[in-house]
């Protein structure tokens, strides 16, 4: 045998062994060692470390005076000759600015800021004027518009729903006659503390109602597209640190972005990876969760998933926000993560938050509020998440609710969708979904978590190992599935 083939072949051991060390390697770091001698080899391994890249095999090359011919080198992917294109709206973000202390005119101040934005939001488009409750005894037996809170919602004997609203001058009640079948619907799926529109009739103790309408996004909106041709792939709920965490799964996420096997050509266009919380499984989220752990440390989660990123492509960008199981308050809005906590280089962010990317506006929002949305109206279910995002867009808010999920009263309501998105993008029920509608992509991600017994309890179905991405010149979105080898 050629010694030369022999050192090839001594070469492709040396790297199974690295990996087997736990040490990850970039592609053109790989080719370079394969046509490398077994004295690199070794001055790679004395560098103890657990990422290899070109850089630090070129400069063990230059200490050993090792000339080396590089293999044919793989084509650059396009994403990687291009400058990231991302702008945090921070106004739409709590990080770094939480002041509330919980008193009473803390409460006071952030149900007036929701209501007077969210009013903002409703069209003002009425054959009836507009008044407020603090005069509406002067409106009688007219037709009139009122913009108000839904304080209580309930059932009448003769089956009509009765509404106790507010606004900023004072309360009424609105009754919505089962006659009006159209109007009566919408009633049955109002939710306490949202803003919206109600149009009728004044009489002494109420207004019967005709219309009710919500903030909603304007029905003709044009897709964004994006003008270069990357794309932005979209995942959540990795619970890194988890006993059921999918590792090999990920690693295969991982590696389709490093252009090992299996469909390239969209994997060289992803520029971004948009996580939407859940990074690490967390330590005391619920009780008896240390069985379910198989790292105890929450430190030592987040420097596993740390190393994953250091496996990343140098050129793709990655954008975290924070869910329930991260280390940061449970309450929302939630703040970026700290970066004594995640020290990778990745872009922390709040949930929820505004981004533009290639001028395509994002909001990403964990998904903490789906569990009280699906159990608070009828015809959504766990199974469907991109139905509960799209009552986020038509109630223009990802929390309508307030109580059920923690929310913090800050003097600004972080949850109000005061800007049309083009993306929104969920997780948190470890489910994926998609719907497009009224000109926003509505993502929700899965996990790479595989199914726990409170999941199997609660008849949970995840769909594990899901990746959805979306083409941003062409505004395709697809699936890709992760969960099984090619």
Known sequence: MADGQADFENAGAGISELRAKGVRL????????????????????????????????????????????????????????????IKI?????????????GSVDDFV????????????????????????????????????????????KRDTKKGSVLLEVEDLEGKFKVV??????????????LLRDEVVSITGKVLEQFIIAEEVEWPDLPVMREKKLGERDLACAYISDIHVGSRHFLEKQFQRFVDWLNLKGGETEIAGKVKYVIVAGDIADGVGIYPKQEKDLAIKDVYKQYEVFDNYMEMMPDYIEVIVAPGNHDAVRRAEPMPAIEDSVIRSDVTRVGSPTVLEIEGIKHVVYHGTSMDSMISGMSGLSYNNPEKVSMEYL????????????????????????????????????????YAYYRGTHVINSGT???????????????????????????????????????
């Open 26 to 85: 970039t592609l053109d770091a790989e080719q370079l060692l394969k046509n490398g001698s077994e004295k690199l080899l070794k001055e790679i391994v004395s560098l103890q470390k657990l990422f290899i890249t070109r850089e630090d095999v070129e400069a063990a090359m230059a200490r050993l005076n090792e000339p080396v011919e590089m293999a044919r080198p793989r084509e650059r992917p396009a994403a990687a000759e291009c400058a990231p294109d």
């Open 448 to 486: 790479f978590q595989d199914r726990t017994d409170f999941q199997v309890q609660q008849g949970h179905v995840p769909t594990p190992g899901m990746v959805g991405v979306l083409e941003m010149k062409s505004g395709v979105y697809k699936t890709l599935d992760f969960s099984k080898e090619a």
């Open 89 to 101: 709206l921070h106004q739409f973000d709590v990080t770094g600015k939480s002041r509330t202390t």
């Open 394 to 433: 038509k109630r223009r808010h990802l929390s309508p609710i307030y109580g059920t999920n923690q929310i913090v009263p800050e003097r600004v309501d972080y949850l109000v969708l005061e800007t049309e998105p083009d993306v929104l993008h969920c997780g948190h029920v470890h489910k994926n979904g």
């Open 109 to 152: 101040a952030y149900f007036r800021n929701r209501y007077q934005r969210m009013s903002r939001l409703l069209s003002s488009a009425s054959k009836y004027p507009t008044v407020g409750l603090g005069d509406i005894k002067k409106e009688i037996n007219q037709n009139v518009r009122i913009v108000v809170m839904v304080y209580e």
């Open 176 to 189: 919505v006659p089962r006659s009006n079948e159209k109007t009566y619907e919408k009633a049955r799926r």
